[in-house]
């Protein structure tokens, strides 16, 4: 397969990543707030992963494709601006608070790790759930004119 081949399929690649890293961070909370360690590591150094892949298939294909103009008109198209500039802010925020969030994890301050992760984890959530509304609205709902 091509990298032109695999250009179209970047964009539902990524918004299943993002589907996954929900279900994973949804699942580490829950392990967390059950007590189980364990499971809640595993969970969140899968969401890690799958969030690190996301980013270089999305830093890529918008390295290669450039900018896809909103096709959406009316209404809909204030409402996605303020949606999609929350999430580039959101997006670029997680990043740090996520590896400080895992480097207090990795070094094994507990005291530290819950602290930030009261907040990493809210902002991580949504930017996963955004960036699949992002993509329904601007690839299903309103399709780009490419």
């Known amino acids: 397969m091509t990298l032109e081949e695999l250009i179209p399929l970047m964009p539902p690649f990524q ?6 890293a929900t279900v994973l961070l949804s699942a580490g ?36 494709v450039g900018y896809a103009p909103f ?3 009316g209404w809909i198209r204030p409402i996605y601006f303020t949606l999609l500039g929350t999430h580039i802010v959101l997006a670029a925020v997680i990043v740090p608070l996520v590896l400080l969030t895992v480097w207090f994890a990795a070094t094994g301050n507990f005291t530290r790790h819950p602290r930030i992760a009261r907040w990493t984890l809210p902002l991580w959530l949504f930017v996963s759930v955004s ?11 309103y399709k780009p004119d490419m």
């Not at 918004?15 to 996954?20: E, G, H, L, R």
């Not at 909370?29 to 892949?53: E, K, P, Q």
């Open 15 to 20: 918004a299943a990543a993002n589907t996954v």
């Open 29 to 64: 909370y829950y392990f967390i707030r059950s007590g189980n360690r364990g499971m809640h590591r595993n969970c969140m150094v899968a969401a890690l992963t799958v969030s690190a892949v996301f980013l270089v298939s999305y830093l890529t294909y918008h390295n290669l």
């Open 71 to 73: 096709a959406g008109q």
């Open 131 to 141: 960036g699949g509304v992002i993509y329904i609205l601007g690839f299903h709902i």
